[in-house]
């Protein structure tokens, strides 16, 4: 695959962070994500998980930014995470997975219903479809996260997979 495919199909991952479909990612489209999840699973901002969520999302965008905002004006366009993001973690995708960790655990934590530090695919469906992944994608996408099929999808394989979808365009 030459370099020009692998960016564009890349970039359409973009509107995977653009949250409100305004053409650029910005902080506020990651206080968006933690506020749908935490409405999703019934977590409230001001509560430990809430809050471990908010403080997950914000060093996710902190890390985001700091690689992919060229000029400094606090937006990441589509260009800029082509740009900036994409080639500076293709060759790390451990990079981006560490910078992506404490949103992830945080997510997992709000959404785990029995507490087990894992959710079940059920669980891991719904929170994609809280951040705007259409059913029909959610489900197998859910289920593909339980690599071992033991019924839970554990961070770790959370992580792998999230770090793997936005540094690998198969």
């Not at 997950?56 to 995470?81: C, L, V």
Request: net charge negative; hydrophobic share 40%; proline share 3%.
């Amino acid at each position: 695959m030459d370099s020009a495919e692998y960016e564009r199909r890349i970039a359409a991952r973009f509107a995977t962070f653009d949250q409100d479909g305004n053409g650029y990612i910005s902080r506020e489209d990651f206080s968006t994500a933690a506020a749908a999840l935490c409405t999703e699973f019934g977590a409230t901002a001001r509560s430990e998980k809430g809050q471990a969520l908010y403080i997950g999302a914000e060093a996710f965008w902190q890390g985001m930014a700091g690689i992919a905002d060229r000029d400094g004006d606090q937006r990441i366009t589509r260009d800029e995470f082509v740009g900036g993001a994409v080639k500076r973690l293709r060759d790390n995708p451990d990079r981006f997975a560490e910078i992506a960790r404490p949103f992830l655990h945080a997510a997992i934590d709000v959404a785990d219903g029995d507490a087990d530090t894992a959710v079940t695919p059920v669980e891991a469906k719904r929170a994609l479809k809280a951040l705007g992944v259409p059913e029909e994608i959610a489900e197998g996408v859910a289920a593909a996260l339980d690599v071992d099929r033991d019924g839970r999808v554990t961070e770790q394989e959370i992580v792998q997979a999230f770090a793997q979808y936005f540094t690998v365009p198969e």
